[in-house]
């Protein structure tokens, strides 16, 4: 099978041709139609993880029908559609006892420490698995850990997001932000989707958001103009480059949720707005198994449609890292097999 494989990271992206996986004890190989092209896929090639394990198959958003199970399997059957967690936790820590699992501090972590998503066919550990409802596309299934599950866990677990609350989206017209103004609006919240690029606005409206609006010097005053008392949370898929507006955009008490950091940097924090304000801010990690099963169950009753930018071949792979750090998608890329 046709294979995606980093040797060294700053240089392209290889493609080796491999045998099939075997399951080994407690695993299975899952066949997949679709693999998700991630952002963090785009800063793993170019170095940014120290503890990458070389040579490493990129790529986390694993989903698909069980084709083998391993010996010990207890829960899992051939024939049985799931999708993954973007890593294998330990299962036995106190985070993973009690449901926190994207906090293992011993998990490891598909496309770093384990061989990604980037083949047809994946082995993983059955303890990352959810089954799939009926009547989720193929698309949502693969995207449920790591776009809408993680953006659950972001804007419940940390944001309490409820009916009526104001959300503001940066990075709205990204892979995540794209789910999130619908996910948001699920909740019954009224939404702003902040972007940077003006070809998006049109369809950011369509996709749910109330109000879009132009990310750029000093855009926490538009948000103001509009929402009177500010946001009640922030979702920040961007990082340095919208971080203080953003922040600068919450109400009294309101969250701030950051999901993403494309560039890594260190923006300055305004301290006595923190503290006048009381708001908080939140690092929101992955998804864990409670949050992929609402995410599958939200888009079996479609509340998500998943924003397809295009499908691409796998040899492709390089081009496609390429257009996304150009922003040239609106929506997910999808490795097809
Ligand atoms: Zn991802
Ligand atoms: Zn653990």
């Known amino acids: 099978m046709k294979t995606a494989v980093i040797r060294e990271t700053g240089k392209p992206v290889e493609i080796e041709e491999r045998e099939e996986p075997k399951a080994g004890v407690g695993e299975v190989v899952i066949e997949q139609k ?21 040579p490493i198959v990129p790529g986390h958003e694993v989903s698909g029908i069980i084709r083998e199970v391993g010996e010990g399997v207890e829960y ?42 980037y083949s047809k066919y994946v082995r993983i550990s059955e303890r990352s698995l959810v089954k799939v409802p009926d009547g989720v596309p ?6 449920a850990a790591c776009v809408t599950g993680m953006v659950i866990h972001a804007l419940d677990t940390c944001g309490n997001i409820k009916e009526g609350k104001r959300v503001l989206i940066t990075g709205a017209g990204g892979g995540v932000g794209a789910h999130a103004i619908q996910i948001a609006k699920a909740y019954g919240a009224e939404v702003m989707a902040v ?15 109330d109000h879009v609006i132009s990310s750029g010097e000093g855009f926490s005053k538009k ?61 929101s990690i992955s998804s864990t198994r409670y949050d992929l099963e609402r995410a599958l169950n939200m888009s079996a009753r479609g509340k998500i449609h998943a924003v397809v930018s295009n499908e691409i071949k796998i040899e492709d792979v390089n081009e496609a890292f390429e257009n996304i750090k150009a922003k040239k998608n609106l929506g997910r890329v999808f490795i097809k097999f």
């Open 34 to 54: 679709f693999t998700g092209i991630c952002y963090r896929d785009v800063l793993t090639r170019d170095g940014f993880f120290p503890r990458l394990s070389l």
């Open 76 to 117: 899992f059957k051939k024939g049985d559609r799931v999708s993954s967690l973007i890593y294998v936790p330990c299962g036995h820590c106190e985070n993973c006892i009690s449901g926190n699992e994207n906090l293992c501090q011993y998990k490891k972590t598909l496309g770093e420490n384990l061989d990604g998503a």
């Open 138 to 143: 193929e698309e949502l299934s693969t995207i």
């Open 195 to 209: 972007t940077s690029s003006e070809w998006k606005k049109e369809q950011l409206y369509k996709l749910g958001a």
């Open 223 to 283: 948000v103001k103009e509009i929402w009177n008392e500010g946001a009640h949370i922030a979702l920040e898929n961007t990082g340095d480059a919208t971080f203080s507006e953003a922040f600068r955009s919450l109400s009294f008490g309101g969250r701030m949720v950051v999901v993403g950091n494309l560039k890594p940097a260190s923006p300055g924090l305004p301290l006595g707005i923190l503290i006048l304000k009381g708001n908080s801010i939140f690092g």
